[in-house]
């Protein structure tokens, strides 16, 4: 009896037992067999089997099965199982390696959405700009974007979430243009375009983005977290736990908020503090507990899955975190909330960071991000991971995300290097998102370079298009964003070579002067010879400046301004102190063996004697500045005949990064 004469039901089922490789070879046999083999329910029902394995991971956004056609659902099942076999071996290099092209500002946001559009947010002293592409047009060899915008001020911050009226961004600027934007993308005569929603004035670094609600960290220059209702533009207040937030770890911007189990979450360094959330009367947020952690460098949310508690309802809240252990999973379930406020919220080590004492590298795992499924985990680092630490180019390092809070067991963690002079520098900064299903990680750097990992391959585009299109909207189109560059007209610090009267014009526009009764020691003669501020040019904000590192190793937003500095009692010492103003906050900073800022209390009566030493709040980033300034260097010397220096081929593309920059190395 010949196999086509089994009828089509036993084929179906002979198919749905058959590895994915045999069915490409039963194809092949004749035309019953081809069409039995490409059938849409045998596609759903092999996709339906991949779900049930607790290795195989499916995205959530997802259509459903009935809107998809056969091609799509085969290309999908296929592709699952090759990235299940590809994690089991622990072989995540890429198969294919797509180029965008390289932008010619420094890219500071992005985010991968629903395995088929990528967001990113790029800028410098000049314009700043949002861009859009389809995934599957760049995988058909379509590099350019599909849609540009201008903004005014740079991206610092963002938030996406993709809701019943489409995609929304909220984007946070600063700090020459404090506001925050609510975008979305919609088809508009024929082709793709941005539109804002809504400015939130005054606003700004965005920690949340949920529904109608934003979440930010600063209002006015000063660190005052608050919710805004961007659809009635309405501002809630979060009331202060009790001390205030003039105290150490409270006075920096938080890692995020969330909203978790009717409670708004703000997460610190050491602390989780929980609020009522805000009412459609505009009444504030008021505090309800403070929960205690581990120390906190850097984290995500994962998403909810229901797990064994005492109130099966409400699902805890689990974080993954990089602390001075490692990678960790904290977990708070709806039953602690009436523990005493000395408790302390367990932790679960996933991951043990390398055993390195040296404490310039400490510790050596930085960018921790959550893929779109919530089922996997990265971060960068810069080390291997074995007992006799080296430190080497920074390489990725992928993981699972624990599924429950009971029985955790260590999954094994797969490392790949981008590697390669042609590929984006790792180390230069990056920005980094993944989608978990279907296989992409993207990668951008200060140096606007920007590619796409495909770590499957197999026509990645036939995956593209699972999700609803959220650029198709009924509703008219917002009014659009500027497709013309705006000038952001930022200041341009002065070359080595700038006279002495063009220096302290620079000084006079540049760093205003308040108000302050300090003693004669103190001096505002920037670039007086023989008595200048030394390190004036290390606080422009550039990647790994001294600005840079109180934004992101400290959590103090803010455009710095001068205000005074003096010489150590000792001249020979070389040591000089700085008095700065950042937001609504002053601070002292010494440059002695290592780089001290100390913050100066809220008073009327500033009296630098009384700053107190600040302490880091993501110290990964000072890893990520060595990294960067040795991976800069080491580049630029590596080559006998020329040396290399990726801003000047910023600038050879369009940029205009800071000359300062531009003269490294060249």
């Known amino acids: 009896m010949s196999l086509t004469s089994l009828g089509e039901y036993l084929l179906f089922l002979v198919c749905l037992n058959l590895p994915l490789g045999d069915i490409t070879s039963l194809r092949q046999v004749c035309r019953v067999l081809c069409d039995t083999t490409q059938t849409k329910g045998l596609w759903i029902r092999l996709l339906e089997q991949q779900v049930l394995l607790d290795d195989c991971i499916v995205p959530r956004y997802l259509k459903p099965y009935e809107s998809l056609d056969a091609v799509a659902l085969e290309a999908l099942v296929r592709r699952v199982a090759r990235l299940t076999h590809k994690r089991e071996t622990g072989d995540l290099s890429p198969a294919k390696v797509w180029h965008l092209n390289a932008l010619p500002q420094s890219i500071t946001w992005l985010r991968l959405v629903s395995g088929s559009w990528l967001f990113v947010a790029s800028s410098d002293n000049y314009c700043s700009k949002i861009s859009c592409w389809n995934l599957s047009l760049v995988f058909q060899g379509r590099m350019e974007p599909l849609a540009?915008?201008?903004?005014?001020?740079?991206?610092?911050?963002?938030?996406?979430?993709?809701?019943?009226?489409?995609?929304?961004?909220?984007?946070?600027?600063?700090?020459?243009?404090?506001?925050?934007?609510?975008?979305?993308?919609?088809?508009?005569?024929?082709?793709?375009?941005?539109?804002?929603?809504?400015?939130?004035?005054?606003?700004?670094?965005?920690?949340?983005?949920?529904?109608d609600l934003v979440g930010c960290s600063v209002r006015h220059e000063a660190i005052v977290p608050h919710i805004v209702n961007w659809k009635d533009r309405r501002i809630h207040d979060i009331l202060p736990p009790p001390g205030g937030l003039d105290v150490p770890g409270r006075r920096n911007v938080p890692h995020l908020m969330t909203i978790w189990n009717r409670y708004l979450v703000i997460v610190r360094v050491k602390t989780l503090e929980l609020y009522t959330l805000p009412s459609g009367t505009g009444d504030p947020s008021v505090f309800k507990k403070l929960l205690n952690t581990h120390t906190i460098w850097e984290v995500v949310v994962c998403p909810s899955i229901p797990t064994p508690s005492s109130n099966v309802d409400i699902p805890p809240l689990r974080l993954i975190t990089i602390s001075p252990t490692g990678v960790e999973l904290c977990i708070v379930e709806p039953d602690m909330l009436g523990l005493d406020d000395g408790f302390i919220c367990p932790n679960f080590c996933l991951a043990q960071a390398p055993n390195y004492d040296d404490p310039l590298y400490h510790p050596l795992w930085y960018r921790l991000c959550i893929g779109e499924a919530g089922h996997q985990m990265l971060w960068v680092s810069p080390a291997d991971d074995y007992d006799n630490i080296r430190i080497q180019p920074p390489h990725f390092i992928y993981s699972t995300v624990p599924l429950h809070s009971y029985g955790i067991e260590k999954a094994p963690r797969i490392a790949w290097s981008n590697g390669g002079p042609d590929q984006p520098a790792l180390w230069a900064l990056p920005v980094i998102d993944f989608d978990d299903a279907l296989g992409f990680t993207v990668l951008g750097n200060c140096f606007g370079e920007l590619a796409i990992y495909d770590h499957v391959g197999q026509r990645p585009s036939s995956c593209c298009g699972l999700a609803a299109d959220f650029t198709d909207q009924e509703s008219p189109a917002p009014p659009l964003l500027s497709t013309i560059p705006i000038d952001l007209s930022l200041p341009v610090w002065p070359l080595d070579d700038a006279t002495q009267s063009e220096l302290n014009d620079f000084a006079r526009s540049q760093w205003p002067r308040d108000d302050l009764h300090l003693g004669p020691s103190w001096k505002t003669t920037w670039f007086a010879r023989g008595s200048s501020y030394r390190l004036r040019d290390r606080w422009q904000g550039l990647p790994g400046d001294l600005a840079w590192i109180l934004e992101h190793a400290y959590g103090f937003p803010g455009r710095v301004t001068f205000q005074a500095f003096k010489n150590h009692p000792n001249v020979e010492t070389g040591i000089q102190y700085l008095l700065f103003r950042s937001g609504n906050r002053y601070f002292v900073f010494s440059a002695d063996e290592e780089a001290e800022f100390r913050i100066c209390p809220l008073s009327p009566t500033l009296d630098p004697r009384d700053a107190q030493l600040e302490t880091y709040t993501r110290r990964t980033a000072i890893v990520e500045q060595h990294i960067y300034g040795c991976s800069f260097g080491r580049e630029g010397l590596s080559r006998v005949e020329r040396f290399r220096n990726r801003w000047v081929e910023q600038a050879d593309r369009g940029g205009r990064p800071p000359t300062q920059l531009v003269r490294c190395w060249s």
């Open 148 to 211: 540009e915008a201008f903004l005014p001020g740079r991206v610092k911050t963002g938030k996406l979430e993709v809701q019943e009226s489409g995609v929304v961004l909220a984007l946070g600027l600063g700090p020459e243009s404090q506001s925050v934007h609510i975008i979305t993308l919609r088809q508009a005569s024929g082709c793709h375009v941005f539109s804002e929603l809504c400015c939130i004035e005054g606003s700004s670094h965005v920690l949340m983005l949920c529904g």
